[in-house]
DNA sequence: TACAACTCGGGTAATTCGGGTT
DNA sequence: CTTGTCCGAATTACCCGAGTTG
């Protein structure tokens, strides 16, 4: 196929110059981890992490299927908190 | 209770007419999302992710082939649902 | 057509859940 | 009140080879 020279794009929704849109770059996805993660890193059991989630002491992400995964920024901070005794 | 009269119906022009269809600027393709980018949102293995279909935990398409794909907007919503505690 | 990356399916080990108890 | 542990049931993770995707 030949492609004549379109005489102007007639895009109606094209304000201004913005930058030529990466193709597919991946937008920083949250590390997230599990509750034995978490566990090792506090020095409890994983069921004493879950209980943190129910009572709210720490926000986290759950499957379809009950299963708790956290960020691991939510957990550092914690642990900072927890450990940081000025 | 006796509505009063209302004053007037806001509609000053033609009711019969429909809003005016902006020009086309829209395709409203849905977008598509593979089970290694679901399985990373949650934090899962990508094969967890095809059994929650298989289990009805969340709707996608598949390929003629059976390869899953899942409406971002599915995703999203089920990830909100699981971690929504503001 | 060939290629790299990803996904599927089956099978097995490890983790997690929930309730109840200490 | 919080945590650790025991149990059974459910969910998930990793292994492989083969097929699909773009």
């Known amino acids: 196929m030949h492609t004549p020279e379109p005489p102007a794009p007639p895009l109606s929704t094209n304000p201004s110059r913005l930058a030529p849109l990466p193709p ?3 937008p920083p996805l949250p590390e ?3 509750p034995g993660e978490v566990a090792a890193l506090f ?3 994983a069921k004493t992490v879950t209980r943190w989630v129910l009572r709210g002491k720490l926000p986290g ?3 379809p ?3 708790h ?3 691991r920024t939510d957990v550092d901070r914690l642990l ?4 940081a005794t000025p």
Do not use: M
Not at 80 to 83: I, S
């Open 80 to 83: 900072r908190q927890a450990g």
């Open 43 to 45: 020095g409890v059991d």
């Open 65 to 67: 299927s009950g299963h």
């Open 61 to 63: 992400v759950r499957t």
């Open 69 to 71: 995964r956290f960020l």
């Open 24 to 26: 597919h770059t991946d």
């Open 32 to 34: 997230l981890v599990t």
